[in-house]
C-alpha cells in the first residue's frame, strides 16, 4: 500500500490516531447542526422584540427545519457521486456563512432566510458525518464510534435551550447584542471543524458517472416544503382553513410526483425505490419515522410540562433535561459497543422502543402539577436511553443493507425519515396540547366557580388589585381559548389559587399527549420484531472479499 503526500489512496486504512483526529472535526460539524435546530427556541422571543417581528418569529425555525431537511437527502446522493469531502467542506462553508449573516441581520426577513442558508449547511453536516464514518472506519467499529456521535446529536440537543437562554439573557457580550452570538458562536466552532477536515479528511477522489435526478429533487422539494410548512404553521392558520388545504394537497402532488419520477429515474434516482425492496431498509425507514415524532414530541412536551405547570425559566427546564443526555449517552455508546462485539443489532430497536413505551406511559400517568421534579428527571433518563437504542442502531441497518456505490443515500436516508417524523411530531403534538387544554381549562375554571373558598380569592380585593394578576383577571373575562393561551407569561407570577385550574389544565393535557405517544412507540414496538435477525455484515467487506477470491468474467 502507498499513500500520496496529502493522505491515504484507495485501499488504505487511516491510523488509529487520524480516525480519532477526522472524527473530532466530524463531531464538531454534527454538534453544530443538531445544536441549530433548539438553540433558537428559548431565545427566539428576545430576538423578535429585538427586531420588531414577533408575528413573524415561527418563520425564524420554519426556515431552517425546511432547508435542512429538505437537503438531506441531496447531500446524501451527491456525495454518492462527487465523494464526501467536497460536499462536507461545501455544508461547513454554506453553514458558517448563514451563521455570520443570521448574527448580522436587522429585521426577522433577514433571519428567516439566513435561516434558511444555515438549515442548507445543516442538512449535510449530520448525514454526511456518519456516511463518512462508514467510509473510513471497519464495520466492527462503527457502532462504537456511531454511538458517540449519536450521544453529540443528544448532548447538543439539550444543551441548545440552555445556551440559548443564556445569550439571550445577556444584553451585550464583547460589542454585540447578547442574542447574536446565538449565531457567532458557531463560527470559531465551525472553522475549527473545517480546518480538521479539509486538512486530514482524504478520502479517494471520486466522481461515478451518472445523471443526476433533477425531476427527484424538485419533486421532494415539493412535496416536503408545504408539508412542513403545514406542521409548523397550521395551528396559527386553522387546520381547515385555505393555506393549510392547500399546503397538504401540494404535498400529496409531491408525493405522487416524487415516486413517479424515482420509478422513471431507476438506478440513479435520489433515492432509489430499489432499496425499500431490502426488509431491513424499508422498516428501519419506518421506524424511524415513526421514533421521530415520538422523540420530538416527547423532547417537546417535557419543557412545556416544566414550564407551563411547574414554572421553571426556559433556561432551568433546559438544565432539567440533563438528565436525558445522561440516557441518551449511555444507550448510544452501550448499543454501539455491544453491536461492536457482538454483531447483532435487533435487539436494540425492540429494547428501546419498549423502553420509550414505558417512558411514555409513565409520564402520561404521573405528571400532575404536585408532581415533584425528580419524577419527570428520572423518566428522562428511561426516554434518551430508549433513543441511544434505536437510534444508531437503526442507522448502522440502513447502511449496511444498501450496496456500498448508496452508502451517502442510506446514512441520509435514516437521517431525512427520522428528521421528517421530528417536524411532524412536534406540529401534532404541539397542537393537540393546545387544543386539548382549551377545553380542560374551560372545564376546570367551571368546577373552580362552584367552589367556595376559590370564589372568595377570587373577590377578594386586595387580589383583584395586584398587578400580577391583572392578565389572569383578563384570561378569566376572555375565557380558556386557544388563542388565550398563546401568551402564558403572566402564569406563573399570578396567584397560584387562582391559577390551580389552567396548571391542572396543562398537566392533563401533557399527560393525554404522552400516553399518545406511548400508542405510536408501542406500534413500533411491534414493527421493530420484523426486522431480519441476523448479523451485520459490510457490503465492502464482502465485496473486497469476492473480488479478491474470483476471476472477473469476461
Known amino acids: 500500500m502507498s499513500k ?92 458558517l456563512a448563514g451563521s455570520l449573516y443570521a448574527g448580522s441581520v436587522h429585521s426577522m426577513t433577514e433571519l428567516a432566510i439566513a ?67 446565538v449565531f ?12 480538521v477536515v479539509f486538512l486530514y479528511l482524504h478520502l479517494p477522489a471520486k466522481h461515478v458517472k451518472q445523471k443526476i435526478d433533477y425531476w427527484g ?17 397550521g395551528r396559527s392558520w386553522g387546520w381547515t382553513s385555505p393555506a393549510s388545504l392547500l399546503c397538504i394537497g401540494l ?60 414554572g421553571l425559566t426556559p433556561t432551568e427546564a433546559g438544565l432539567m433535561m440533563i438528565t436525558f443526555t445522561v440516557g441518551i449517552l449511555t444507550g448510544s455508546i452501550t448499543a454501539g459497543r455491544t453491536i461492536s462485539s457482538s454483531g447483532t443489532y435487533r435487539i436494540f430497536p425492540i429494547v428501546g422502543t419498549a423502553v420509550l413505551t414505558a417512558a411514555a406511559v409513565a409520564m402520561g400517568l404521573s405528571l400532575g402539577v404536585d408532581t415533584g421534579l425528580w419524577v419527570p428527571g428520572l423518566i428522562a433518563v428511561f426516554f434518551g436511553l430508549g433513543l441511544g437504542f434505536c437510534m444508531q442502531p437503526l442507522t ?9 456505490k448508496d452508502m451517502g443515500v442510506g446514512t441520509s436516508s435514516a437521517a431525512f425519515f427520522r428528521s421528517m417524523g421530528g417536524a411532524v411530531g ?6 393537540m396540547l393546545f387544543s386539548l387544554a382549551a377545553d380542560k381549562i374551560a372545564n376546570g375554571m367551571k368546577d373552580a366557580m362552584q367552589n367556595p373558598d376559590y370564589l372568595e380569592v377570587l373577590k377578594d380585593p386586595a387580589v383583584a388589585a395586584d398587578s400580577a394578576n391583572a392578565k389572569l383577571y383578563e384570561f378569566f373575562r376572555n375565557g380558556a381559548t386557544k388563542d388565550s393561551l398563546n401568551d402564558t407569561s403572566w402564569l406563573h407570577s399570578a396567584n397560584p389559587a387562582l391559577t390551580r385550574p389552567i396548571t391542572e389544565g396543562f398537566a392533563q393535557s401533557i399527560d393525554a399527549v404522552m400516553l399518545t405517544a406511548a400508542v405510536l412507540t408501542g406500534i413500533a414496538f411491534l414493527i421493530s420484531f ?18 479478491s477470491e474470483s476471476v472477473p468474467a469476461h
Open 4 to 95: 500520496t503526500a496529502t493522505g491515504p489512496v484507495a485501499g488504505d486504512v487511516l491510523t488509529k490516531r487520524q480516525t480519532i483526529t477526522v472524527m473530532v472535526g466530524l463531531m464538531l460539524g454534527m454538534f453544530l447542526s443538531s445544536l441549530d435546530q433548539t438553540i433558537v427556541s428559548t431565545s427566539i422571543y428576545t430576538i423578535a422584540n429585538d427586531l420588531d417581528g414577533l408575528s413573524l418569529q415561527a418563520w425564524a425555525t420554519t426556515a431552517y427545519l425546511i432547508t435542512s431537511t429538505v437537503s438531506t437527502p441531496l447531500y446524501g446522493k451527491l456525495s454518492d457521486i462527487f465523494g464526501r469531502r467536497p460536499l462536507y467542506l461545501a455544508a461547513i462553508v454554506i453553514f
Open 115 to 181: 435561516r434558511g442558508i444555515q438549515g442548507m449547511g445543516a442538512g449535510g453536516l449530520l448525514a454526511l458525518a456518519l456516511t463518512i464514518i462508514g467510509d473510513i472506519v471497519a464495520l466492527k467499529d462503527r457502532a462504537k464510534f456511531q454511538g458517540y456521535f449519536m450521544s453529540v446529536f443528544g448532548i447538543s440537543s439539550v444543551l441548545g435551550p440552555v445556551v440559548g437562554g443564556a445569550f439571550a439573557g445577556s444584553a451585550n457580550i464583547l460589542g454585540f447584542d447578547g442574542w447574536r452570538w
Open 184 to 195: 457567532f458562536i458557531n463560527l470559531p466552532i465551525g472553522l475549527a471543524a473545517l480546518a
Open 217 to 233: 429533487a424538485a419533486a421532494i422539494t415539493l412535496a416536503i416544503v408545504p408539508l412542513l410548512l403545514v406542521a409548523e404553521q
Open 251 to 310: 404535498g400529496v402532488v409531491g408525493i405522487v410526483a416524487f415516486l413517479l419520477a424515482e420509478k422513471r429515474a431507476g438506478d440513479y434516482a435520489l433515492i432509489p425505490l430499489r432499496l425499500f425492496r431490502n426488509l431491513t431498509f424499508g422498516l428501519s425507514s419506518l421506524l424511524n419515522f415513526i421514533i421521530g415524532i415520538g422523540m420530538f414530541g416527547a423532547i417537546a412536551m417535557l419543557p412545556m410540562y416544566l414550564q407551563l405547570v411547574k
Open 396 to 404: 448502522l441497518a440502513m447502511q449496511v443493507s444498501v450496496p456500498p
Open 426 to 431: 412536534t406540529a401534532v403534538f404541539i397542537s
Open 530 to 547: 420484523a426486522l431480519p435477525n441476523k448479523k451485520l455484515t459490510d457490503p465492502k467487506a464482502v465485496a473486497q472479499g469476492a473480488g
